[in-house]
């Protein structure tokens, strides 16, 4: 999901990892136009728009942080209804850094470990916050910041595929992982 302000990292890293994976990766603009600007200026241009997508056959929701991008990604009501239908599911909800929020604000971290960017995690209602770079509880995925994002990249491929595809991609993109 994108929305104006998004973080650019935190958006196409995991999108890139994902897609170098094979999984199938579709991004989708929560406005009503294709281009989207991230909060450093830069414009990407989403494969859909929310209001022409169908995501009841999707696997996982991803929402990169990045400010006003996750407020925008909050305030969006036909997105909170498919984040409401994912969870309901047990379908995959990530997201990075600020955008954890968008859970929390729905109550859905109660009781569950997540992580964000610091300063956040009053927006994390009920969940208990750790300093870790990405967190995997139940069906949420959490990571803290742009930092993270390679880390997070291999956390979403590991649950989609597995840990062994999740791995070689990382390699290949010469990136290190360390359990």
Not at 121 to 136: D, F, I, P, S, Y
Request: glycine share 10%; hydrophobic share 45%.
């Amino acid at each position: 999901m994108i929305a104006p302000g998004f973080e650019v990292a935190e958006a196409i890293v995991p999108i890139d990892i994902m897609r170098r994976a094979g999984i199938d990766v579709q991004t989708v603009s929560i406005t009503p136009y294709n281009e989207v600007e991230s909060a450093n200026g830069v414009v990407i241009v989403a494969d859909s728009l929310l209001e022409d997508t169908d995501l009841s056959d999707g696997d996982l929701l991803f929402l990169p942080g990045g400010m006003p991008g996750a407020t925008n990604l909050s305030d969006c009501e036909s997105l909170r209804k498919f984040i409401l239908e994912y969870n309901a599911d047990g379908k995959w909800l990530a997201a990075i850094c600020a955008a954890p929020l968008v859970y929390g604000r729905l109550g859905l971290l109660n009781g569950l470990n997540a992580t964000c960017y610091p300063g956040f995690e009053h927006e994390l209602k009920g969940a208990n916050c750790l300093k870790k770079t990405v967190v995997c509880d139940k069906n949420f995925i959490t990571g803290c910041g742009p930092g993270a994002t390679f880390a997070l990249g291999h956390a979403l491929v590991s649950a989609l595929v597995n840990k062994e595809t999740a791995d070689t991609v990382l390699q290949r993109m010469m990136f290190q992982v360390y359990d």
